[in-house]
């Protein structure tokens, strides 16, 4: 099988597990990359995670190379596993605020869960600000209809995006437009 990173090399079978990780290691890079509807994670920032990212990538490339020592794969799981967590939050989070309390897939003890794991959003308090506030309607001024305008077009990408169901893309486009 060659090798991932398209050098053209013959990777052999004791290290195809590893250009699999590779793979799957730069798609989860991709997939941040076309997120751009999703606020950045935690503390650290979206840079922050993707540059990890890109060093674990560049590990497990090096290894495939036989050029570096060391074993690069604990650090490339844990990378994966926190990124595809972080990325699952980051969806849950903008659906919620989206979608205010009709958010069908979250329970209280989800949004807890999520200040928990992401105390700088302090999200029950976001969700709960935005309960029973019809956005339209509030001000009529250019300013409020240009935010409008933003958050369709974001409620459009999550759905483009496959993070928004039809219904639920619905729902948050009355409730952004008042009109439930
Ligand atoms: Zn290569």
Redesign the pocket.
Known sequence: MD?????G?NIPKDLLERNFAAATVALELLAWDKNRALPGPGPEGREGLIARGVECYDQL?YS??REGGGDPDPGCRAWMAESLEMRADLSDMTKRRLLGNKAPNLSEADLERLDRRHPERSFTGAAAATRGAPLAGATATATADDDLVEKLERLRALRDEGALTDAEFAAAKSRLLGSD
């Open positions: 090798c991932v990173c398209g050098c090399r490339l495939l190379h």
